[in-house]
């Protein structure tokens, strides 16, 4: 599967146990194919304003919302592809947009925002708003967010925008924010085995409706980000105002 850089579509997520992540995924075998990179890891590095407001923000469940990350497949080097990315959620349809340039590059435009030279005019435009998000409102690096994961796509070229991901061992680090260090992190709600997101525009098939329905498998409400952010670094800003630390608005 081609890595693209642009998509709009809904997306829902599921928890699963791994019984049902077994069951579900040996009966849709003949309907979905894994995609070439198998079990393979992704690092994502968020990042907001000194006080979380994007993060509060999407908490509050608004109509508009927004995030911005620098995304990795795997550990990168100096010269591997990473992405910087703009995830804007609008009426509950996804929208995301970004740009592959090299991680060295990315790793600088985080540490000193100026504009990166583009070849298009799709990409310089893609740099504007960038530098628009991250720059204009003074975002910087705030939490590693790193998981396992096997995605799936249909066998049928009518439901090409249908996908299913599955996401093991989300973890996470707020200290040593650079991907090329690996993915180590501590565990984040231990008490989730699987998360399943399903990606689409449309309906779902109808075979994968009834698999859901017979496997009792429901819609839940995760967002790795807010999760950490609820868990680890609001009790960390808490406590730093109590203890007459760096104060943040909460």
Aim: hydrophobic share 35%; aromatic share 14%; glycine share 4%.
């Amino acid at each position: 599967m081609k890595l693209k850089n642009t998509f709009q579509r809904r997306e829902i997520k599921y928890l699963l146990t791994y019984q049902q992540y077994e069951e579900l995924r040996d009966k849709m075998t003949p309907f979905m194919a894994e995609d070439q990179y198998g079990l393979h890891t992704i690092q994502s590095l968020y990042c907001d304003t000194r006080d979380f407001s994007l993060i509060r923000q999407s908490i509050e469940k608004p109509i508009y919302k927004e995030k911005f990350r620098l995304r990795s497949y795997g550990t990168p080097t100096a010269d591997s592809l990473a992405f910087l990315e703009i995830k804007k959620k609008v009426k509950k349809v996804v929208y995301k947009r970004r740009l592959a340039i090299p991680y060295q590059m990315a790793k600088h435009y985080l540490e000193y925002p100026q504009k990166i030279p583009c070849k298009t005019i799709q990409e310089q435009q893609l740099m504007n708003e960038i530098q628009y998000l991250y720059a204009g409102k003074n975002l910087e690096p705030k939490v590693l967010i790193a998981y396992d994961r096997r995605a799936f796509f249909s066998q049928k070229p009518e439901l090409e925008d249908f996908r299913i991901t599955f996401d093991f061992n989300i973890r996470y680090r707020d200290k040593d924010l650079d991907l090329a260090l690996g993915d180590l992190g501590e565990r984040i709600a231990p008490e989730i085995d699987v998360l399943m997101e399903v990606k689409a525009l449309g309906a779902y098939p109808l075979w994968f409706s009834h698999l859901l329905a017979n496997l009792k498998i429901y819609k839940g409400s995760f967002s790795k980000y807010a999760q950490i952010y609820q868990r680890v670094l609001w009790p960390k800003q808490a406590m730093n105002v109590k203890l007459g630390g760096k104060k943040y608005v909460v």
